[in-house]
């Protein structure tokens, strides 16, 4: 059974930075992809980033040019290093890895931290 649990949520002012971690366990496919989601009070959960096995990133818009994920492959970790953090940033953030199984995507998530921005 694959686990994930993410850490480093927390409140910070608008402007700071913070930085989360997710730590996945269990039989966990070679190449695969993990990312971070996020969802804000009354709203969808959301696109922040992915990585690939491969360290291939990508980042929605909202996010580019102030957070960073990377991930330690030995460790079977990843981050999410968030600078210039803004209000709108508030949201629980949740971990995520997937891979293809044959023709079966596996899928799993983390419980969330509580990231709030505020002053």
């Known amino acids: 059974q694959v686990q994930l649990v993410e850490s480093g949520g927390g409140l910070v002012q608008p402007g700071g930075s913070l930085r989360l971690s997710c730590a996945a366990s269990g039989s966990i496919f070679s190449i695969n992809t993990m990312g971070w989601y996020r969802q804000a009070p009354g709203k969808g959960r959301e696109l922040v980033g992915t990585?690939?096995?491969?360290?291939?990133?990508d980042y929605a818009d909202s996010v580019k040019g102030r957070f960073t994920i990377f991930r330690d492959s030995t460790k079977n970790a990843m981050y999410l290093q968030m600078n210039s953090l803004k209000p709108e940033d508030t949201a629980v953030y949740y971990c995520?890895?997937?891979?293809?199984?044959?023709?079966?995507?596996?899928?799993?998530w983390g419980q969330g931290t509580q990231v709030t921005v505020s002053s």
């Open positions: 990585i690939t096995s491969a360290g291939i990133v």
């Open positions: 995520n890895l997937r891979w293809l199984q044959f023709t079966t995507v596996r899928d799993y």
